[in-house]
């Protein structure tokens, strides 16, 4: 795809029946790229199949798709401060923001149906915490609360899990807890281990 | 959650951390490469004033451009790094703009590979720990851009200069505080063929 080295999680997504479409950041603008198929709403002016989703000169990285793919999240530093935002899948609409309490809001993981939620990191101290907002109410709660830093959410394909990284006992591993917050267990034990994801 | 769910979770993770293992391999891992101390400022103070030259009128003579110069006596390409002759660039916070002290050290940089025609130099992006692994890539990704693009409008081809990010990844200092932090918020240079 020529895609940047740091787009570690491929974010793979049929749209509708006709385009299976990656997800990316390069140089720090959300793009997408129809990869198989022949969706023409995925192709562009020039016959191309990449479409740029955000143009602002600040920074926009680690996009995530929106349960129906008609949405993406991401992260963007336009405000200041790194926060989360959503735009429409055509890049066309204005993103619009959707945290605020929190001094930096990042790498956003969108969950799959029938859950509408974005889990992502927030800080508000000397470490990251995962926070999950329900975009149907727009609540937030915290799903850690405190202990060495927390970063990284990736749902499980049910919705019903997530896999998150955390410095709580030391190094950085990797923990799975219940989406209610409940079952805590870790996974890795040896070494530093970053950026989770799951099999499909 | 069923046992095999986690058997399925724990697989793609120790096969992401095998694939990183074997990319870390692909590329060395950065080096801090601490930049030689400047000679002390009273090596001149304590000098006795040198007396006044005698005025002459010079004529006015056309600077050449400046001798390419070989540098396969200067080592490998580990010692020419060690030596730090492309000096580092540092950055704000959460910033990939550079300070009128970067474009200078990028001036610097410049003439050096000027003199070195051959050299292909990596610019490394490195951030300090406060992101997400994931932004910091992003930002340090920013931030080996807007290197590359000031040494390409000081007249360096582009083709000579690759960048990668290393986001938070390679501090360059451990520590936890501003000070170590502003030493990882660097653009770090490495000759990478002479």
Redesign the interface.
Same mark, same amino acid.
């Given at each position: 795809l020529g895609l940047?080295?740091?787009q570690?999680v491929p974010l793979w997504k049929w749209i509708g029946s006709a385009a299976y479409v990656v997800l990316a950041?390069v140089?720090?603008a959300v793009v997408a790229r129809a990869v198989h198929g022949d969706d023409p709403n995925w192709m562009d002016a020039n016959g191309g199949n990449l479409r740029r989703i955000t143009r602002h000169p600040n920074?926009?990285?680690?996009p995530t798709w929106s349960p129906a793919g008609n949405q993406i999240a991401f992260?963007s530093?336009r405000s200041g401060?790194?926060q989360i935002y959503v735009v429409d899948a055509d890049g066309l609409g204005q993103p619009q923001r959707i945290t605020s309490d929190d001094s930096?809001a990042?790498?956003a993981t969108w969950s799959p149906a029938p859950f509408n939620e974005i889990a992502y990191?927030a800080?508000n101290g000397p470490g990251?915490d995962i926070k999950i907002r329900d975009m149907t109410t727009g609540q937030s709660h915290f799903l850690t609360n405190g202990e060495g830093s927390n970063?990284?959410p990736a749902f499980?394909p049910t919705g019903r899990?997530i896999?998150f990284?955390s410095t709580r006992l030391g190094n950085q591993q990797?923990f799975?807890v219940?989406r209610d917050g409940n079952?805590l267990?870790q996974?890795?034990k040896e070494?530093n281990?970053?950026?989770?994801?799951?099999?499909r | 959650?069923p046992r095999h769910?986690?058997t399925?979770?724990?697989? #793609?993770?120790a096969l992401?951390?095998g694939g990183?293992g074997s990319?870390c391999k692909k590329k060395s891992p950065p080096i801090a490469r601490p930049t030689p101390p400047p000679p002390p400022d009273d090596m001149t103070a304590n000098r006795p004033p040198a007396p006044p030259e005698p005025v002459t009128e010079a004529p006015p003579v056309a600077v050449p451009p400046e001798p390419s110069v070989s540098s396969a006596d200067m080592g490998s390409l580990d010692e020419i790094n060690k030596k730090g002759i492309l000096a580092p660039v540092f950055f704000e916070f959460?910033s #990939?703009e550079m300070s009128s002290e970067g474009q200078a050290v990028l001036a610097k940089n410049a003439e050096t590979m000027k003199q070195y025609p051959t050299w292909v130099v990596s610019v490394e992006g490195h951030c300090d720990e406060?992101?997400?692994?994931?932004?910091n890539?992003?930002?340090?990704?920013?931030r080996a851009?807007s290197v590359r693009q000031y040494l390409v409008s000081l007249g360096i081809a582009a083709e000579r200069l690759r960048t990668?990010?290393y986001?938070k990844e390679f501090p360059f200092d451990p520590g936890h505080s501003e000070t170590s932090w502003s030493r990882n918020r660097r653009a770090n240079f490495v000759v990478t063929a002479k």
């Open positions: 940047s080295s740091f570690r950041s140089a720090a920074i926009d990285a680690t992260t530093d401060s790194p930096w990042d790498r990191a800080r990251f970063e990284s499980s899990h896999a990284a990797i799975v219940g079952g267990r996974v890795t070494g281990n970053y950026t989770p994801n799951w099999s | 959650m769910r986690f399925v979770l724990f697989l #793609a993770i992401a951390a990183a990319a959460d #990939a406060r992101g997400t692994a994931e932004y890539l992003a930002l340090g990704e920013r851009l990668v990010s986001g």
